[in-house]
C-alpha cells in the first residue's frame, strides 16, 4: 500500500499517514483510480485541532479490519479543509441538503466524476444512539452503488443541481438602506442571551463580527454583557490569554478546548474598541493578553502564525488547560469539569496569573498545526496592527511589520509550511490580507501596506469577480472545476471573503474617489441583502460592510508620521466609518495636494474630498 501522503505539508495530512487505510490526497490521481476500478470516492474532510476527527481516526481509520472495508470497496481521500474550502464548502453544502446538518469529520462519497451522492459527519465503530457503525455504512453504500447505479446517478444529480443552483443565486434589486441595520440589530438584541451575553443557546460560539456591528450601532450595552460572559473564564484562557473555540454551555464555561488563530485574531478587535469607548481597562487587557498569546504560542520563525492547537493532550480533551486543587491553582476560582479536574473561572492577579503559566508550560502540550494560512494570517496583522496602534506597543508593531513582509509575497499562496507555499490563493485569502494591509499602512502611516492593500484588492476583483450576477466566487477563474463553482456568503466562523472584499473596496474607493470599487462591493452586498435582517448574527461583517457604505464618506489624509502628536490625536477614539490615508502622495487621490504646513505634520478632514484647513494643533482633536 502507498503512502500517499507523507510527502504532503498539510500537518492533518500527516497525521493520517501512518493510517493502514490507502489514502490519496486530493487529485487527480484519486479520480484516476476510481474510473478505472469502477469505485466510489471515499472523501473524508477534517483538520489537525478537530477533536472527532481524532476520535474516528482511533476507533476507525486506525482500524485495520475497518481500513480494509475502506481500501476494498472505495478510492478514499485525505483532505484538510483549511487547505482545500473549496473542496470543503461544496461538500458540506452537499451533506447539509442531504441531511440537515453538517460538522468535522465529514465524510462524502463520490462517483468518479466529482458528483456527491451520500454523506454524514461522524459515524461510531459499532451502532450506536440510532447511528449505524460506520463498517454498515461502507457496505450499505458500496453496495448500492453495485447494484443501483440508475439511483446512485440520480441523487447526485440531484444533489449537483442544488449546489449550482444555490451557487448561481441572483442579487437583491431592492434597494440598501438604513432600516436594514435597524432591522437587523433589533433582532440580535431580541436574540441575546441576556444574562450571559451572546447569541442564541449552547452550544455558544464567540460573535466578533456581530460585536463590531452593534458597537457601530452604538449598541453597548450588548456588547459588553457578551464581552464581560466570554471574560469570565472557561472559554476564555485566564492563565494563558486567547480564548478556545466554544463553549458547550450557555454561560461560556466548559469549552471546546481547541485555540484557532482566527477566533483569537477576530476577538482583540472589539475588546480594544470597547476599550476605547468605555475606558474600562479589563478590556484593554483582554485584548494585550490575547495578542501575547498570539506572539508567544502560534507565532512562528518565519513572522507568521499557526493555525490552531489541539482540544485533546496526550488524547485526553483539555488536559494542559484544567487543574486540581493540588497543582496551585486558587480552589475558589475551580468549577468542576472532567477525569477529577476542574477549570478556571474568575479573576487572577498578575502575579498568580504568571505563577499558574509556568506551571502549565512544564506540562505536556497540545500539538500545534503549524501551517501558516493566508487568510487567517491577514486577520492577524489586522489584530496586530490594531494593537500596535491603540496601545502604542514597539513589539506588536514589529510583529505586524514582519507578518507584512511574509504576505506581500507575489503570488499570494494559501499555506505555507516549512518554507513551502501549496494551493493558489482563495477569496478570503486576497480580502483579509488586503484588509491587514490596510490597517498597517494606518498604524504605521508607511504608503507601501496602502499600495499593497489596493493592489491585492484589484487582483482579487480580477480573478474572482462574477461580472454576471455580482459578488466574487470562491475560487479563481482558471482553477481546479469542481462540480459547481461557489460563493461564500456567511460570516461564521470568519467573515466571508464576499463580506470583507466588499468592506475593503468601500475604503480604497473613497480614498482613490474610485466609484467602481464601490459599484463592486454594492454587488456583493446584494446578494446577501434580504437575509440581513433574518440572520444578523450570520452576517455580521457584512452588516459592518453595509454600514461603511450607508455612512456619509469621511476622510482624513494625513501629511506626515503616525507617531506624530496631531496623527494620534485625530486617530485616539474608535470611528469606523472613516477611511484614513497617510501622504504626502500625488498618485493617491485624497492625499494629492496634501502637503505640511510649514514643516509640520497635518491633518485634513475631508468628506467626499472636500477638505477643511489642515490642523497641526493635537489639542483641536480633544476639544
Not at 456527491?116 to 461510531?124: C, E, I, K, L, S
Not at 503549524?370 to 496601545?391: C, F, P, Q, T, Y
Amino acid at each position: 500500500m502507498a503512502n500517499r501522503l507523507a510527502q504532503e505539508t498539510s500537518p492533518y495530512l500527516l497525521q493520517h499517514a501512518g493510517n493502514p487505510v490507502d489514502w490519496h490526497a486530493w487529485g487527480d490521481e484519486a479520480f484516476a483510480r476510481a474510473r478505472a476500478e469502477g469505485k466510489p470516492l471515499l472523501v473524508s474532510i477534517g483538520y489537525s485541532a478537530c477533536h472527532w476527527c481524532h476520535v474516528m481516526e482511533r476507533e476507525s481509520f486506525d482500524d485495520d479490519a475497518t481500513a480494509a472495508v475502506m481500501n476494498e470497496l472505495f478510492v478514499c481521500v485525505k483532505v484538510d479543509r483549511e487547505e482545500r474550502p473549496d473542496v470543503d464548502s461544496i461538500y458540506m453544502d452537499a451533506v447539509v441538503t442531504l441531511t440537515g446538518q453538517g460538522g468535522w469529520p465529514l465524510t462524502v462519497f463520490l462517483t468518479p466524476d466529482g458528483e456527491p451522492f451520500f454523506g454524514g459527519t461522524y459515524f461510531p465503530p459499532e451502532p450506536r444512539h440510532g447511528l449505524p457503525s460506520f463498517r454498515q455504512v461502507l457496505h450499505a453504500i458500496a453496495d448500492a452503488y453495485r447494484e443501483r447505479p440508475e439511483d446512485i446517478a440520480a441523487q447526485a444529480e440531484s444533489l449537483v443541481g442544488a449546489l449550482r443552483q444555490s451557487a448561481e443565486a441572483e442579487p437583491s434589486r431592492e434597494p440598501l438602506h438604513d432600516g436594514l441595520l435597524a432591522e437587523a440589530e433589533g433582532v440580535l438584541l431580541r436574540q441575546l442571551d441576556p444574562r450571559w451575553g451572546g447569541f442564541g443557546h449552547a452550544p455558544k460560539f464567540p460573535p466578533a463580527s456581530a460585536l463590531e456591528f452593534l458597537l457601530r450601532r452604538g449598541a453597548l450595552d450588548a456588547v459588553r454583557l457578551t464581552l464581560d460572559g466570554m471574560t469570565a473564564g472557561g472559554m476564555h484562557d485566564l492563565v494563558g490569554g486567547g480564548f478556545h473555540r466554544y463553549s458547550v454551555d450557555p454561560e461560556w464555561l466548559v469549552p471546546h478546548f481547541e485555540k484557532m488563530l482566527y477566533d483569537n485574531a477576530l476577538l482583540v478587535p472589539p475588546y480594544l474598541h470597547a476599550w476605547l469607548l468605555t475606558g474600562e481597562e479589563r478590556y484593554r487587557e483582554v485584548a494585550e493578553r490575547t495578542l501575547d498569546y498570539l506572539l508567544r504560542e502560534l507565532r512562528l520563525p518565519s513572522g507568521g502564525y499557526a493555525s490552531a492547537q489541539d482540544a485533546d493532550t496526550d488524547g485526553v480533551e483539555g488536559l494542559t488547560y484544567t487543574w486540581t486543587a493540588e497543582e496551585g491553582a486558587p480552589a475558589e476560582l475551580l468549577q468542576p469539569f472532567e477525569h477529577g479536574r476542574s477549570i478556571l473561572r474568575g479573576e487572577l492577579d498578575s502575579e498568580t496569573r504568571a505563577r499558574l503559566l509556568e506551571i502549565r508550560e512544564r506540562r505536556p502540550q497540545p500539538a500545534l498545526d503549524d501551517k501558516v494560512i493566508a487568510s487567517w494570517n491577514g486577520l492577524a496583522l489586522v489584530a496586530l496592527a490594531e494593537g500596535a496602534r491603540h496601545l502604542a506597543s514597539d513589539k506588536f508593531a514589529q510583529a505586524a511589520l514582519e507578518l507584512g513582509e511574509l504576505l506581500a509575497a507575489e503570488p499570494l499562496w494559501r499555506t505555507l509550511r516549512d518554507g513551502r507555499a501549496k494551493f493558489p490563493a482563495y477569496l478570503d485569502d486576497y480580502a483579509n490580507v488586503a484588509h491587514g494591509m490596510y490597517e498597517l499602512h494606518v498604524a504605521t502611516g508607511d504608503l507601501r501596506w496602502l499600495r499593497e492593500s489596493r493592489r491585492i484588492a484589484l487582483r482579487a476583483v480580477e480573478l474572482f469577480g462574477d461580472p454576471e450576477r455580482g459578488g466574487f466566487f470562491l475560487t479563481p477563474t482558471g482553477a481546479e472545476v469542481l462540480v459547481a463553482r461557489q460563493k461564500s456568503l456567511d460570516d461564521n466562523p470568519t467573515p466571508s471573503g464576499n463580506s470583507m472584499l466588499a468592506f475593503v473596496l468601500l475604503r480604497l474607493g473613497r480614498i482613490w474617489g474610485d466609484d467602481e470599487l464601490e459599484r463592486q462591493a454594492v454587488g456583493a452586498l446584494r446578494l446577501v441583502r434580504d437575509l440581513l435582517p433574518r440572520a444578523p448574527s450570520a452576517f455580521g461583517w457584512a452588516l459592518c460592510a453595509l454600514d461603511l457604505h450607508l455612512s456619509p464618506p469621511r476622510e482624513l489624509a494625513i501629511a506626515g508620521d503616525a507617531e506624530s502628536a496631531v496623527a494620534r490625536a485625530a486617530l485616539r477614539g474608535f470611528d469606523p466609518n472613516t477611511v484614513v490615508a497617510f501622504g504626502p502622495a500625488d498618485d493617491v487621490p485624497l492625499l494629492a495636494g496634501k502637503e505640511l504646513v510649514g514643516g509640520q505634520p497635518a491633518v485634513y478632514a475631508c468628506e467626499r474630498f472636500a477638505c477643511r484647513a489642515p490642523v497641526t494643533d493635537p489639542a483641536a482633536f480633544t476639544r
